[in-house]
């Protein structure tokens, strides 16, 4: 669930700039003149990614967020009244209106996943780092959320950290995960057991090799 916008909280910076012009005019020239606020969805993206790499540089450490100060520049950018652009940034769940981790560990507990084992993949993060769902580590390496179908339903359970996608997980190799992420170390992304994609648990098959194993009877 998306935490309440505090809008003066003592963690919004009173001011944001984007770093890069070219980056917002190459945004803007996407969309007619007079369509701008098709803008405000890829601007907000731009400026929690431009947090993120700030964040990166952090002592303690944080992950990418969009402060109001950004949402307020993005309003200007396009010419509508910040309201605007706080439906958008509180509506949809891949905005992070508050402060998060470094790294932010998307738990999924659909259908799916919830069927293949996600809450012992939920407990298995809580008890490696010792914090909750909503939370945050002390050394700001790592939060937690629970959130809706990530769309690797065939592969569950799963979990996104921060763009990366993490798949037929268990609770053993989830906690893996965290510790080479936590020592800096490259963990590959996708299926964690090596499977293509989201070709079925026994391997590939294909129409041709079905009507072969049929006729001969195995």
């Excluded at 947090?51 to 520049?73: F, L, Q, S």
């Excluded at 997980?169 to 499977?195: N, Y």
Aim: net charge negative; aromatic share 6%; hydrophobic share 40%.
């Amino acid at each position: 669930m998306k935490k309440h916008l505090d809008l003066h909280a003592a963690y919004q910076p009173q001011s944001f700039s984007f770093r890069s012009a070219e980056a917002v005019k190459d945004i803007l020239d996407r969309y007619p003149e007079g369509r701008e606020r098709s803008a405000i969805m890829p601007l907000l993206d731009l400026a929690q990614r431009q947090m993120a790499e700030e964040g990166a540089k952090a002592t303690p450490p944080y992950g990418g967020w969009i402060p109001r100060a950004a949402m307020d520049e993005i309003a200007r950018i396009v010419n509508i009244a910040p309201i605007k652009v706080y439906e958008v940034a509180t509506f949809y769940s891949m905005y992070n209106i508050e402060p998060v981790g470094q790294y932010l560990v998307q738990m999924c507990t659909t259908t799916p996943c919830m069927l293949c084992g996600s809450d012992n993949i939920v407990k298995a993060c809580q008890d490696r780092l010792g914090i909750g769902l909503g939370e945050t580590t002390a050394d700001g390496r790592f939060s937690l959320m629970e959130v809706e179908c990530l769309g690797a339903c065939v592969n569950a359970p799963m979990v996104q950290i921060n763009d990366d996608f993490f798949e037929d997980l268990t609770p053993a190799r989830m906690v893996e995960i965290i510790d080479l992420i936590e020592h800096d170390k490259t963990v590959p992304v996708g299926s964690q057991t090596g499977r293509l994609n989201s070709q079925a648990a026994g391997g590939g098959t294909t129409l041709k090799e079905t009507d072969k194993a049929r006729k001969s009877g195995t």
